[in-house]
């Protein structure tokens, strides 16, 4: 069976420190992955997918960047936080652009 | 102004009443439509997928239904339980990296 893996759960990082959260995926070959974030009480923002290795799209212009190093491992960073950054990120796959969504547990990141 | 318009913001109701999530899109064309339920600190899960095409479908104790005339789906929980509090969030999905998300509806239940 599939299963998507996100650490660290939660995270509290100052202003400026980088940031480094990681995504994998067990049981699948050649995901699309997501990246989203959700402020409280809101829905989901979509920051990064990628279709493949290497391949990412952005959706929303920030200081935020992905990565892709493995066909099942999503990276999400940044090199200077803001206190914007807080929030919920959550991981997400598909197999196909049209199938149904899975996602991760999430990690919750307070910037301090 | 969201392309997807979920209401009632939160609803809190009495364990074993029934419910119904309003969901009003302007989404067009979409794929499917998702609702998930999301849990306080977690990922959402999916309960319902539907094409374009599809009326209802079910899972349990949950109904969705699609009205592509009137752009609206509607998501029931029958005999409602505590573990039925959470966020219950609508998704269009438009294209292979294109989700539209609503805002959510809060529910609460009460015993």
């Known amino acids: 069976s599939q299963t998507i893996h996100q650490w660290p759960a939660t995270l509290v990082q100052p202003v400026g420190s980088p940031l480094s959260l990681e995504c994998t995926v067990e049981?699948?070959?050649?995901?699309?992955l997501y990246w989203y974030r959700q402020a409280a009480g809101r829905g989901l923002q979509l920051l990064f997918y990628?279709?493949?290795?290497?391949?990412i799209s952005s959706e929303v212009p920030q200081n935020l960047s992905a990565s892709r190093p493995q066909d099942r491992q999503f990276i999400l960073s940044s090199k200077k936080l803001l206190l914007s950054d807080s929030g919920f990120y959550l991981c997400?796959?598909?197999?196909?652009?049209?199938?149904?969504?899975?996602f991760g547990p999430g990690t919750r990141l307070t910037v301090l | 102004k969201n392309q997807v318009e979920q209401s009632p913001q939160s609803l809190i109701i009495l364990e074993g009443k029934n419910c119904t999530l309003q969901c009003n899109y302007t989404v067009s064309p979409f794929s499917n439509l998702r609702w998930y339920k999301q849990d306080t600190g977690r990922g959402p899960v999916s309960l319902t997928i539907m094409t374009f095409s599809e009326n209802t479908k079910s899972n349990g104790r949950y109904t969705a239904t699609l009205d592509a005339d009137t752009k609206q789906s509607s998501l029931h929980i029958t005999a409602s339980q505590l573990s039925d509090s959470a966020s219950y969030i609508c998704?269009?999905?438009?294209?292979?990296?294109?989700?539209?998300f609503g805002d959510g509806t809060t529910l609460t239940v009460k015993p």
């Open positions: 049981g699948t070959s050649n995901p699309n």
């Open positions: 997400a796959w598909t197999v196909g652009g049209y199938n149904e969504q899975f």
């Open positions: 998704v269009l999905r438009e294209g292979a990296g294109k989700s539209t």
């Open positions: 990628s279709v493949g290795i290497g391949q």
